[in-house]
């Protein structure tokens, strides 16, 4: 089974910045597409940005594109998620997965991910 741990989360107030980083362990990482998703309460996980395994070609959600950057290191096995002009609707956890870039904002794909790391909260003050 796949583990992953995402860090870097935090409180901030609305307008400032954080970056996400996720590990892997017991998975080839540079073979895999990987997504970040995030849940708000009472809101139903969402997927959020997802990159190719090669780097590129890196694919947001609406509600993120301009402001979140997502990148990664196949040296290093570490996925990251530059969060810029954070705002109160971006408060969420948020996690980590392998994943298709082509599913992973499908709400049944999401229903139907057997499992979940713990992830990072991510707080924004107004």
């Known amino acids: 089974q796949v583990q992953v741990m995402e860090s870097g989360g935090g409180e901030v107030q609305s307008g400032g910045s954080l970056r996400l980083s996720c590990t892997t362990s017991?998975?080839?990482?540079?073979?895999?597409?990987m997504g970040w998703f995030r849940q708000a309460p009472g809101k139903e996980r969402e997927g959020v940005s997802c990159i190719n395994p090669d780097g590129k070609s890196p694919v947001y959600a609406d509600s993120v594109e301009g402001r979140f950057t997502i990148s990664r290191d196949n040296a290093k096995n570490v996925l990251y998620l530059q969060m810029n002009n954070l705002t109160p609707d971006d408060t969420a956890m948020y996690y980590c997965l392998p994943t298709s870039c082509a599913a992973y904002r499908s709400t049944v794909y999401l229903r139907n991910v057997p499992s979940w790391g713990q992830g990072t909260q991510v707080t924004v003050s107004s």
């Open positions: 017991r998975l080839s990482f540079s073979a895999y597409a």
